[in-house]
């Protein structure tokens, strides 16, 4: 692909600028930026991505990895409603979801540890788990403050901070997981997924390509429930005093 021809994909942008000012959205600055972001940061990496592929040293991956897992924390965060000192449980849940899904991967000799297996998965792995800790954060404190005469309640019956908000907590894991779960059901029927369609615009077979799709369906099931879980068990602590007193 050309750069002209990203140049005339700008019309595509073009259209929802359109759209938000003659319906007054507001959104064209944030369209522009994000416009402006996506090209800038994608080109980096592209580049980068180079780099770390002609050395082929493992040092370079994992620094890859571990930045890529920061940034998705702290953008995690700043979706997460304004629930402070959060960072370092999504810390730990994205990172646990991708070191212990890439760690399934290259243990059980699934993909090689080289970066063109090994950084875009995990791009996927990552993203992924943004996504859903950030849709647990936000549903358990939705959960928490559409139940709190119910969770009071029990508090005042003698119930513990994780026995009253149980059910918020299932609400919230449940949501954050229901994603990937339709997506493995209308998969081939509704959308052919990105890497899929990637694989076959780079010439591969559509066979191949569909099994590695698969792979990557799958390898988010596990991803996704780990990373909702662990923001799940230690977020909802956030919203109970050490007297396992609600505060919202």
């Given at each position: 692909?050309?750069?002209?021809?990203?140049?005339?994909?700008?019309?595509?942008?073009?259209?929802?600028?359109?759209?938000?000012?003659?319906?007054?959205?507001?959104?064209?600055?944030?369209?522009?930026?994000?416009?402006v972001?996506?090209?800038?940061?994608?080109?980096?990496?592209?580049?980068?991505?180079?780099?770390?592929?002609?050395?082929?040293?493992?040092?370079?991956?994992?620094?890859?990895?571990?930045?890529?897992?920061?940034?998705?924390?702290?953008?995690?965060?700043?979706?997460?409603q304004?629930?402070?000192?959060v960072?370092?449980?999504?810390?730990?849940?994205?990172?646990?979801?991708?070191?212990?899904?890439?760690?399934?991967?290259?243990g059980?000799?699934?993909?090689?540890?080289?970066?063109?297996?090994?950084?875009?998965?995990?791009?996927?792995?990552?993203?992924?788990?943004m996504?859903?800790?950030?849709?647990?954060?936000?549903?358990?404190?939705?959960?928490?403050?559409?139940?709190?005469?119910?969770?009071?309640?029990?508090?005042?019956?003698?119930?513990?901070?994780?026995?009253?908000?149980?059910?918020?907590?299932?609400?919230?894991?449940?949501?954050?997981?229901?994603?990937?779960?339709?997506?493995?059901?209308?998969?081939?029927?509704?959308?052919?997924?990105?890497?899929?369609?990637?694989?076959?615009?780079?010439?591969?077979?559509?066979?191949?390509?569909?099994?590695?799709?698969?792979?990557?369906?799958?390898?988010?099931?596990?991803?996704?429930?780990?990373?909702?879980?662990?923001?799940?068990?230690?977020?909802?602590?956030?919203?109970?005093?050490?007297?396992?007193?609600?505060?919202?």
């Open positions: 692909m050309t750069y002209f021809s990203l140049l005339l994909a700008l019309s595509f942008v073009l259209v929802a600028v359109i759209i938000s000012f003659k319906e007054k959205l507001d959104l064209e600055r944030d369209l522009l930026v994000g416009t972001r996506a090209f800038v940061q994608l080109m980096v990496v592209g580049y980068v991505l180079e780099f770390i592929f002609a050395l082929e040293k493992w040092p370079y991956i994992v620094a890859m990895l571990v930045f890529m897992v920061l940034v998705a924390a702290r953008n995690a965060e700043n979706r997460g304004g629930i402070r000192n960072f370092p449980i999504l810390l730990l849940a994205i990172g646990a979801g991708e070191l212990v899904t890439m760690g399934m991967l290259l059980l000799g699934i993909i090689p540890f080289q970066p063109q297996y090994v950084i875009p998965i995990s791009g996927m792995i990552i993203g992924n788990s996504v859903a800790s950030a849709l647990t954060l936000n549903r358990i404190k939705a959960e928490l403050e559409n139940r709190r005469e119910e969770i009071q309640v029990l508090l005042g019956l003698g119930a513990t901070a994780r026995q009253a908000s149980g059910t918020s907590l299932q609400a919230a894991v449940k949501s954050a997981m229901i994603p990937t779960i339709d997506s493995m059901k209308t998969v081939g029927l509704v959308q052919l997924p990105g890497m899929m369609t990637g694989l076959i615009i780079g010439g591969a077979s559509p066979v191949e390509a569909v099994k590695y799709q698969i792979l990557v369906l799958f390898m988010l099931t596990t991803a996704v429930s780990l990373t909702a879980m662990t923001v799940g068990f230690f977020a909802y602590r956030k919203f109970f005093t050490e007297r396992h007193q609600l505060v919202l």
